[in-house]
């Protein structure tokens, strides 16, 4: 099993900048990607970025890309996106996935196999 925790969420104005952290650990941690999903309510999780591990390319929605900056620290295990001119419309509860495996885009929540509990992100305008 792999336990994936979030931190770094807050209230921030538009126009600021959050870094949101994911710590991943348990047995012999290794996944082919990390994502970050949001969730706003009322409204579905929609992919916002992911890196693969071992090469770290990266792929960001459209909707933040410019903005966001997604990366990964193999050392610690950690996955991190930092979110520059942020706007209300970020505003979002943000989710850290991992996938086991190569599959498909990775842009969609059914492609990876564990989650972290969320954090939330408020962009006052």
């Known amino acids: 099993q792999v336990q994936l925790v979030e931190s770094g969420g807050g209230l921030v104005q538009a126009g600021g900048s959050l870094r949101l952290s994911c710590a991943a650990s348990?047995?012999?941690?290794?996944?082919?990607?990390m994502g970050w999903f949001r969730q706003a309510p009322g409204k579905e999780r929609e992919f916002v970025a992911h890196?693969?591990?071992?090469?770290?390319?990266?792929y960001y929605a459209d909707s933040v890309k410019g903005r966001f900056t997604i990366s990964r620290d193999n050392a610690k295990n950690t996955v991190y996106l930092q979110m520059n001119s942020l706007k209300s419309e970020d505003t979002a509860v943000y989710y850290c996935?991992?996938?086991?495996?190569?599959?498909?885009?990775?842009?969609?929540?059914?492609?990876?196999?564990?989650w972290g509990q969320g954090t939330q992100v408020t962009v006052s305008s």
């Open positions: 996935a991992a996938a086991r495996f190569y599959r498909g885009s990775l842009s969609h929540p059914y492609e990876y196999d564990y």
């Open positions: 890196v693969l591990w071992s090469v770290g390319s990266t």
């Open positions: 348990g047995r012999t941690f290794g996944s082919a990607a």
